[in-house]
């Protein structure tokens, strides 16, 4: 190891590296390379800094004057910086990638930039206004509208294809507006938005937004941009309501009303949707969902726990992670239980379906089709579970 003291090394020109706000006293950077980011230290980013493609590791050594000799020096470069991808010299890298793929650009963030009187919508009164007008109109139309024959309608109505293309299309404006939500209150924070884009999340049709820039802000900025996306979906939903209740639409406004509903389902904080990434920035815990997936792990003997990720969190930070390991155990078993339920109904059903086409010479082939899908859907999830457990 000794010959090498003398190398030197040699790091690409891929990467950036930014400030990170936070309420901790250590300073902390965010290093930006084009597949992913990485939270470093001070003395992490001054290593960095001093392989310039002049220094030895034995001359990085001496100049951080710090304990790390220029064999750790070595050890580093070998493993931390080819993992992130930003050592001269390894081009096949197992850089885990996201779970978002097929990804096609729809919209450019400067076409839609200029549309600056949006930003009002996120000053401290308007904002309180908003959120009590959206309350107000949701409950008149509830006292007006309430019917339980009227949301069974509406419930039914969306299993049928000739009534369902109304509610899809207002599905997907809201999603689309969602998206928006989050690009205009990171604009308003002073930060650059990337573009909006179309992509697959799993085996689901998302639309997403690039925001690797808005680690930049503090944490309590980075949480009201997490929630600006419902925050539009909810004045998008509300006026769409208030239009119904004008107009005495009551299977419109229940449709609203049951979409409002599911959009909670993005605060679930065991899966990165925005109720995820609100607790892990407000909490300050980087790679939360990872490091609770691994003592959850190691409590069922699946997988060693790693005892380092707790060193650096203070006293607040683990309560918290307490708790929401307590809370991702029951979510876990609750989804394992629900995906072996959804598997043996699907082949009971399949095995229904087959039984009674090789008696009657028929069979119901979008239903089949449905219960095919609903076990191909249950294999990408084990599989995307086995990934978690891998990792």
Request: contains cysteine.
């Amino acid at each position: 190891m000794d010959c090498y003291k003398s190398k030197i090394p040699i790091l690409k020109n891929n990467f950036t590296i930014e400030s990170m706000i936070s309420e901790k006293k250590e300073k902390s950077y965010i290093l930006m390379t084009p597949v992913k980011k990485y939270k470093i230290t001070q003395e992490c980013k001054d290593i960095i800094e001093a392989m310039d493609g002049k220094n030895t590791y034995d001359d990085i050594s001496n100049i951080l004057n710090t304990d790390i000799s220029a064999k750790k020096l070595i050890e580093l470069y070998g493993s931390l910086f080819n993992k992130m991808g930003i050592a001269e010299g390894n081009e096949n890298l197992n850089i885990k990638k996201s779970f978002l793929f097929w990804k096609v650009k729809l919209i450019d963030s400067k076409k839609i930039a200029g549309f600056k009187f949006i930003d009002k919508l996120f000053e401290k009164k308007i904002c309180i206004g908003a959120c009590t007008l959206i309350l107000i109109i949701n409950l008149i139309g509830i006292i007006k509208f309430y019917d339980n024959n009227k949301i069974y309608d509406v419930v039914m109505s969306l299993k049928k294809v000739s009534t369902i293309i109304i509610p899809l299309l207002l599905l997907y404006l809201s999603v689309f507006i969602h998206e928006l939500g989050h690009f205009f209150c990171s604009k308003y924070f002073g930060v650059t938005p990337g573009n909006i884009g179309f992509g697959f999340y799993f085996t689901s049709p998302v639309l997403f937004i690039d925001l690797d820039e808005v680690w930049k802000l503090n944490k309590d900025k980075r949480v009201f941009v997490n929630l600006a996306g419902l925050y539009f979906q909810y004045i998008y939903l509300s006026l769409i309501s208030l239009i119904s209740i004008i107009l005495g639409f009551g299977n419109l406004f229940f449709l609203c009303l049951i979409f409002g509903i599911c959009c909670l389902t993005n605060l679930i904080p065991f899966i990165k949707l925005d109720g995820y990434w609100v607790l892990a920035d407000y909490f300050e815990i980087e790679n939360l969902l990872k490091y609770s997936m691994n003592i959850v792990l190691s409590k069922f003997r699946i997988k060693k726990e790693n005892k380092n990720l707790k060193s650096n969190l203070d006293e607040r930070q683990k309560k918290f992670l307490h708790m929401y390991i307590k809370g991702l155990s029951i979510f876990m078993i609750a989804f394992v239980s629900a995906l072996i339920l959804m598997f043996g109904y699907s082949i009971f059903s399949i095995y229904k379906n087959i039984k009674y086409f090789l008696l009657y010479g028929s069979i119901e082939f979008f239903n089949t089709l449905k219960l095919i899908l609903t076990v191909m859907i249950s294999i990408k999830m084990i599989r995307v579970m086995r990934n978690i457990i891998k990792e």
